[in-house]
T-cell receptor, first 112, second 113 residues
Framework: QKEVEQNSGPLSVPEGAIASLNCTYSDRGSQSFFWYRQYSGKSPELIMFIYSNGDKEDGRFTAQLNKASQYVSLLIRDSQPSDSATYLCAVLSTGGGNKLTFGTGTQLKVEL | SAVISQKPSRDICQRGTSLTIQCQVDSQVTMMFWYRQQPGQSLTLIATANQGSEATYESGFVIDKFPISRPNLTFSTLTVSNMSPEDSSIYLC??????????FGQGTRLTVV
């Protein structure tokens, strides 16, 4: 069983729509969750992190966490073509050391 | 956030040779991490580099294949030894901030022919 699961996509949304990206994780004790954006040929860049159940908003981005369901999501409002990228979900493991486990990523395409 | 400089940015190497990748951080950090991202795949942690002690390797990665140095709190190297085409990948150095999120260097795109 994969530790962090994401739908690989591609997820296609029209410009201006809301893009919803989902992630599930297997380690029930995980406490920290991160969303990274990776453009083709580039390294991942952090978008948001969330630690507590509920929603966390930052500009057009909202992260949602439900620890009971072991589910974290990222909403992108007013999607722009520049948002087209692969979005990686990462979970901080509760094992020895601070190690991030990454999902395989969801490719998002925002179409004009 | 830390500024991480990684080099080389890309290289094409002959099989059987070795490549050393350098990672320089603009501030002192306790732990540095080395990841591999194979084509179309997500990031896989190779090892954690701690200053003053041997690196800690993840399952499936061994020191003979991926020797790591960590001479001080701002610098680390990863060597990919005795390369084969299966080692063609992007190698990423990262450090963590006080909030435990990871920041990445630009990556090294390695092609082994």
């Amino acid at each position: 069983q994969k530790e962090v699961e994401q739908n690989s996509g591609p997820l296609s949304v029209p410009e201006g729509a809301i893009a919803s990206l989902n992630c599930t994780y297997s380690d029930r004790g995980s406490q920290s969750f991160f969303w990274y954006r990776q453009y083709s040929g580039k390294s991942p860049e952090l978008i948001m992190f969330i630690y507590s159940n509920g929603d966390k908003e930052d500009g057009r981005f909202t992260a949602q966490l439900n620890k009971a369901s072991q589910y974290v999501s990222l909403l992108i409002r007013d999607s722009q073509p520049s948002d087209s990228a692969t979005y990686l979900c990462a979970v901080l493991s509760t094992g020895g050391g601070n190690k991030l486990t990454f999902g395989t990523g969801t490719q998002l395409k925002v179409e004009l | 956030s830390a500024v991480i400089s990684q080099k080389p940015s890309r290289d094409i190497c002959q099989r059987g040779t070795s490549l050393t990748i350098q990672c320089q951080v603009d501030s002192q950090v306790t732990m540095m991490f080395w990841y591999r991202q194979q084509p179309g795949q997500s990031l896989t942690l190779i090892a954690t580099a701690n200053q003053g002690s041997e690196a800690t390797y993840e399952s499936g990665f061994v020191i003979d294949k991926f020797p790591i140095s960590r001479p001080n709190l701002t610098f680390s190297t990863l060597t990919v030894s005795n390369m084969s085409p299966e080692d063609s990948s992007i190698y990423l150095c990262s450090v963590e901030s006080s909030n435990t999120e990871a920041f990445f260097g630009q990556g090294t795109r390695l092609t082994v022919v």
